[in-house]
């Protein structure tokens, strides 16, 4: 990377990776320690998409991702505010080169795009058409892994209600690679109809796994801890609650991106029975 340093004394690392023809490019670090007040920001080339900032409160233990970034050139800028003597250490380990679009699936569609957006099936109406279930949704996240695979999963609450970002998905989806996932909130079409693709700007990368379990009969799941506290404005998640009664509900409400879809709902008007 390349130093420059501002009239104000402060000092900016940038560096520009380039993978050619990717169509979309995905880094991950093998050394990440920001220090405060130190800022990381990711952009592409023509800043339709910048990331960030980075900051202190995003340390992770362990080896760290950022999200996707649209075409096939990133930079990443480090701004060290001036009089700032230790600036941290960060040191990008992989570059992934994308091959099938993963951004703005819709508009590039006819270019081989990932699957995602409008493959769910028909049966799968966009969330804004259930005006009764809008803040439900907002707990919903799309998981992708970027080594492949999505899957879908939802903020809880736990019983302190002390704001720990816990996340609850299926058994099934886990994979080696869950520590490197990212969560979408937000991925939805903005209107009922008609059906358009969402905003990848709520993302949140990283997490780690506090408890799982997969027989039957009995419970069938994963719990995870994302990265980072519930996070700020814009796009504060909501938590789902729960109780411990043994009394099952009369109808049930689906809320998921089936396919990596942009969020969907369905609603079961069957009362809910144990799966044997």
């Not at 408890?211 to 938590?239: C, E, K, Q, T, V």
Request: proline share 9%; with cysteine.
């Amino acid at each position: 990377g390349q130093w420059v340093t501002a009239p104000n004394g402060d000092r900016i690392w940038r560096l520009r990776i380039v993978s050619p023809g990717a169509t979309d490019v995905y880094l991950q670090y093998n050394h990440w320690r920001l220090v405060k007040p130190c800022e990381l920001w990711l952009y592409n080339d023509d800043h339709s998409m910048v990331l960030g900032p980075y900051t202190y409160i995003d340390n992770w233990d362990g080896t760290n991702i950022t999200p996707v970034t649209l075409g096939e050139a990133v930079t990443l800028e480090y701004l060290v505010p001036a009089q700032v003597e230790d600036m941290g250490e960060l040191s990008v380990a992989r570059v992934l080169h994308g091959f099938r679009h993963f951004i703005n699936r819709h508009a590039l569609e006819a270019n081989n795009p990932l699957d995602g957006f409008g493959d769910s099936m028909p049966c799968m109406i966009n969330v804004q058409c259930f005006p009764a279930w809008q803040n439900e949704k907002l707990s919903v996240a799309m998981i992708i892994d970027p080594m492949g695979g999505a899957c879908s999963g939802t903020m809880i609450n736990n019983v302190p209600h002390d704001g720990a970002p816990n996340f609850l998905t299926a058994n099934h989806c886990l994979n080696p690679n869950y520590t490197n996932w990212l969560f979408y909130f937000n991925y939805e079409s903005p209107e009922c109809s008609p059906n358009t693709d969402g905003s990848y700007s709520h993302v949140i990368s990283n997490a780690s796994r506090l408890a799982s379990r997969a027989s039957s009969p009995g419970s069938y799941f994963a719990l995870l801890r994302l990265s980072r506290n519930r996070p700020d404005s814009p796009f504060i998640p909501r938590y789902e609650g729960w109780d411990r009664n043994n009394i099952p509900p009369s109808t049930t409400v689906g809320i998921h991106h089936p396919a990596a879809d942009v969020k969907k709902a369905h609603l079961d008007v069957d009362p809910a029975t144990e799966h044997p």
